[in-house]
């Protein structure tokens, strides 16, 4: 029996929440969705393997407040895909949950009402609705790998992760990370050092034990295989850019004294653009220039993108808020998006395949 007299003093309540089988019972991964997991967890690791060819490319909104808008964008970067397919892999950026350097809204699945009202468990289900009816469409999913319990709810149905800069360095997320199914990318640290994503990288290749929950939703000892998987995410830091050539080439370095494979990914937001959606596109020209120049260790991007540019404040009321614009991070419109997309493609089918 627990002693009230010295536990969970600062915890106010504890609320029982639906078990991971209750969730996919009610919300099953039909085939449809399950072949189009498949095939895009195994084109991204055939492009790290470098058996692909192809870039593949993360792009979508910063983070997901509206399903209908999301939707709306996933249909049109399922037809912007077929028109880049033989260069670019476009995998679309699905992003529940928001880590906060202070306070702020945390994402759909925390408190999906954007209200304070916190119904985890409802945002858990319009989240895995989401992503069904995204997967079913024929896209590949991405997502940020933040809480160590929601993957068990929802990894079944997605392609690639991320984990984040502030998360890199910790132990809970290395060892979530190599018992994922899918590849896993590992941005640098806040500071733009590459020291916690090598660190991370070694780790997350080897097997490991801790504690997690089970499909019944119980406490139970995870054994891991090891993911071979991870790769390195280069998103600057304290403001500075490391996407250049010169940056690349010394992760590069970095990457072969550590003896990991040298893949690389370019996330276009953060620090290398200074959080100014306007220089994304600059960053995907230049990265595309690198590689025309004969780089051959940078294996994807990523791309911060919404119906609309820019982003809004939150509102009291989330109905006023403007459709397609992020609540988050600022991002590219669909417009520059398409453009850039479609530019890229035309100046690297040349190139890709003799690479």
């Known amino acids: 029996m627990s002693d009230k007299r010295v536990e969970n003093l600062n915890v106010e309540s504890n609320t029982v929440l639906l078990t ?3 969730l996919k019972q009610k919300l099953p991964l039909s085939e449809a969705a399950a072949a ?5 967890r195994q ?6 393997k470098g058996e692909d060819k192809r870039l593949f490319v993360v792009v979508g909104p910063c983070s997901i ?5 999301a939707i709306e964008y996933g249909q049109r970067l399922k037809e912007l895909s077929a028109k880049v397919q033989d260069t670019l892999y476009l995998v679309m950026r699905v992003y529940f949950e928001k880590p906060r350097t202070t306070v702020g809204w945390k994402g759909l699945i ?9 119904e985890i468990e409802e ?8 992503l069904l009816n995204l997967a079913e469409a024929g896209l590949p999913l991405a997502t940020e790998a933040l809480d160590p319990i929601s993957p068990q709810y929802l990894q079944d149905l997605i392609a690639w992760s991320a984990i984040g800069a502030r998360t890199t360095e910790s132990q809970t997320h290395r060892e979530m990370s190599s018992g994922l199914s899918g590849a896993v990318g590992f941005k640098n640290g806040t500071d733009g050092g590459l020291t916690v994503a090598i660190n991370a990288l070694e780790s997350v ?5 801790f504690l997690g929950i089970n499909e019944e939703g119980q406490c139970s000892i995870v054994k891991t295989k090891g993911n071979k998987y991870g790769h390195v995410v280069l998103r600057g830091g304290n403001g500075k850019p490391n996407y250049d050539s010169v940056n690349v080439a010394l992760c590069e370095q970095a990457l072969d004294k550590a003896g990991l494979n040298k893949n690389i990914m370019i996330d276009c937001s953060h620090a290398n653009s ?9 960053v995907m020209e230049n990265v595309t220039n690198q590689i025309i120049d004969g780089n051959k260790s940078i294996v994807g991007l990523m791309v911060e993108s919404n119906l609309g540019w820019g982003n809004q404040k939150m509102t009291e009321n989330p109905e006023d808020l403007q459709y397609g614009v992020s609540i988050t991070d600022a991002c590219i419109d669909w417009e520059a998006t398409e453009k850039t997309l479609l530019g890229m493609h035309e100046k690297l089918k040349p190139v890709l395949a003799t690479r």
């Open 20 to 22: 991971p089988g209750e």
């Open 36 to 40: 189009s997991v498949m095939e895009g």
């Open 43 to 48: 084109v991204i690791k055939n492009i790290l």
């Open 65 to 69: 407040h509206d399903t209908e808008a």
């Open 110 to 118: 925390n408190d999906p009402h954007m209200n304070d009202s916190f």
């Open 123 to 130: 945002g858990l289900h319009i989240g895995r609705e989401l």
């Open 205 to 209: 290749f080897h097997p490991h034990n």
């Open 274 to 282: 200074n959080k100014d959606p306007a220089l994304q596109p600059l």
